[in-house]
Structures are given as structure tokens and as C-alpha cells.
């Protein structure tokens, strides 16, 4: 339920009224204070609320139940976009980010030189995977706690924060100094995990799940949310349909959908969404014309020799080009890279 307050509405009096409406019943209030209009998001059961005695309230302008099951992520609960910032780059608003970087940290060399060259070439965070979820246990891994390490070599060699995968939650401890936490595609209903990530202060980006709705997407998110870290950043990488031409099929329509239902910033990942390098680009500039805060690319020094997804990998060199036809776009967006 959203309740908006009368547009001169003092913060006393709205003290009060949050405070009427928790003893109202079992319920959670929590605030937005917009330039002109107060909005109280009201979680919880909110069913045995009677909306006419709520709204008899002289300082209330209107009640509405939100019909939708995530309350937290919804538009509805926090009209203006939300900013996700990250050592000072910002997702949503008038910025947009590209996180580039392999699909795994491989070695020292590796990781520094690809994190030096896409800095170059204008990329605004590093990612690398050290805990890889593979589909076969006879594939690479990732390096684990020693990936990490590397991939904070290479944090503090360029100043690029890093994005990284977490695979299990006893592993959390490792990522202090990682800037943002992903979780991965096959991870977005792991729920427990969702609930203790939703207790840090950190930002998550989400990755939808293979084969996961919209609503589902966004009901995961709600369970970060719903634990108090608002910091959610969604990544929509493709779901699985009947084409094989491509790796996964992305969901364009999801970004203007996702950007409509939720405040949350939205970003793609067209490497996973596609499978195919010569495919990043105009799946990039799809993303940015349909509104995305961002892209999320994979570049491998040595795309042959990589240890995982070296066929959907960009070198550096193809990645520079595509950031000079990025940052064109983003201008015509009325935004820019960083
Ligand atoms: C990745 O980003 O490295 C990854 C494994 O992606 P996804 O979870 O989308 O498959
Ligand atoms: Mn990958």
C-alpha cells in the first residue's frame, strides 16, 4: 500500500501519521520524501488496514494498494529511479556503465592487462569471475579466494572497482573489498543467499535467471530488498527459448518493462545473452536505445586460450571500437559513459 501525503505536510506531522499508521496494524512505513510530496511505502499485511479510516487522515492526498508481490522494487513504492552509485560511477540517472573484463580471472598478467586496456578504452568498472558456476564440474572453476586476489591486484593497479561472482554465502568474508557483488544467473532463486545479501550494504547486481519471469525477477530482488539493502542492480543476460542460433535469446522488451515496474537501475549483458562476440555490438546499442543504465561486456586478452566463454569473449582491440560507437549513442541518449 502507498499512501501520498497533502504537499504541506510537515515532517512533524509526518512523524505522527507514520507512527498512527503503525499502530494501525502489524506494518512496516517507510518514507520518501520527494521535493514537493511525502510517500509512505506501507510492507507487511496490510489487508486488515481499513483504506477509508486511512484516508480520513486530513494530511493523507490519497491510499493505494499495490497489487503487484514485490513492494519494495516497485515503481509504484518509489516513482523517481533510483541511483545505485559505485566508487562515485553511478547506475540510473544520466550515466551509463560498461563493465568489461574475462569471464575468469585467469592469472596476474591476464587480469591486469585486460583491466588496463578496457580502462583505456573507457570501460568504468572491471569485472572477472574467480567462482565460476559451470555446467560441467570437469570445466575450470575459477580460481577462487586466489582469483579474488588478483582481481584486487588489478582494482588497485587501474582504480577500477571491480564486479565478481558469489557462488556460496559462507564465502562472503572474501568479498570486503569487492565493489559489487553478483549473483549469477543460477543463482537468482537461491533465496538464503538473497536474505543475507540483503542484510550488507553493498551492491548487488542480479542477474535473471535462465528460465525466469519478469515477476520472479523481480520478486528476487525484493528479497535483497526486503532484508534493507536497497543497492540492486538489475542484469537482464537472456532466458532460454527454442533458437539456438544464439546462446540465450535476450529479452530487449525486459529493459523497458523491468525500467517501467521497478526504480531499480537495469543493465545487459549481451556476451551471455548472446554467445557470439560479433553480436555484442548491436546488442549494446539495442540495450542503450531501450533505455539500459548500462552493459556488461566480456573482453579476454587471448580469447582463443580462455579458460571459459573464450567463443563469446571480445579482444581489447574489438572492444575499443565498440566503445567509440557507445559513447556516440550515449550522447544521442542525453547521457554519458562514467
Ligand atoms: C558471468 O557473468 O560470468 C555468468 C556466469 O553469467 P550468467 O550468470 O548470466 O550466466
Ligand atoms: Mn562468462
Known amino acids: 500500500m502507498v499512501v501520498i501525503l497533502k504537499r504541506n505536510t510537515s515532517k512533524e506531522q509526518t512523524q505522527e501519521i507514520i507512527h498512527w499508521l503503525k499502530e494501525l496494524g502489524n506494518i512496516e512505513v517507510n518514507p520518501i ?17 481499513d483504506i477509508n479510516r486511512v484516508n480520513s487522515n486530513p494530511h493523507i492526498e490519497n491510499v493505494k494498494r499495490i497489487q503487484e508481490p514485490y513492494k519494495r522494487a516497485n ?20 550515466e551509463l556503465q ?8 585467469e592469472t596476474e598478467e591476464q587480469i591486469i592487462e585486460v583491466a588496463q586496456k578496457v580502462k583505456e578504452s573507457g570501460a568504468t568498472l572491471l569485472r572477472g569471475g574467480a567462482f565460476k558456476p559451470r555446467t560441467s564440474p570437469y570445466s575450470f572453476q575459477g580460481l577462487g579466494e ?35 557483488i553478483q549473483v549469477g544467473a543460477r543463482n537468482m532463486q537461491n533465496f538464503e543467499m538473497l536474505k543475507e545479501l540483503g542484510k550488507i550494504d553493498k551492491p548487488i547486481l542480479l542477474k535473471r535467471g535462465l528460465a525466469n519471469t519478469i515477476e520472479e525477477f523481480l520478486m528476487s530482488a525484493e528479497y535483497i530488498m526486503s532484508g534493507g539493502n536497497e543497492k540492486v542492480i538489475l542484469c537482464e543476460r537472456g532466458i532460454r527459448t527454442f533458437e539456438t542460433q544464439t546462446r540465450n535469446t535476450l529479452d530487449i522488451s525486459a529493459v523497458p518493462l ?17 554467445g557470439l562476440p ?22 579476454h586478452n587471448n580469447p582463443p586460450k580462455a579458460l571459459s566463454d573464450g567463443a563469446q569473449s571480445l579482444r581489447p582491440s ?3 571500437v565498440i566503445m567509440k560507437k557507445l559513447e556516440k549513442l550515449a550522447e544521442f541518449e542525453g547521457k554519458t559513459i562514467g
Do not use: Q
Open 278 to 299: 560479433w553480436l555484442v555490438e548491436p546488442l549494446s546499442k539495442a540495450a542503450i536505445a531501450a533505455g539500459a543504465d548500462g552493459v556488461m561486456i566480456e573482453v
Open 75 to 94: 515503481r509504484k513504492f518509489h516513482p523517481l529511479d533510483t541511483v545505485v552509485e559505485v566508487s562515485g560511477r553511478k547506475f540510473g540517472g544520466t
Open 146 to 180: 586466489d582469483g579474488l586476489t588478483l582481481l584486487l591486484k588489478a582494482k588497485k593497479a587501474t582504480g577500477m572497482p571491480i564486479v565478481t561472482e558469489i557462488m556460496n554465502i559462507n564465502h562472503l568474508p572474501l568479498f570486503e573489498d569487492v565493489d559489487v
Open 98 to 105: 560498461v563493465i568489461a573484463g574475462p569471464c575468469s580471472v
Open 258 to 274: 523491468l525500467k517501467n515496474l521497478s526504480h531499480l537501475p537495469v543493465i545487459v549483458d549481451p556476451s551471455h545473452a548472446s
Open 318 to 320: 574489438e572492444f575499443d
Open 33 to 49: 520524501y520527494g521535493e514537493h510530496t511525502t510517500i509512505l511505502g506501507l510492507v507487511g499485511d496490510t489487508s486488515a488496514l
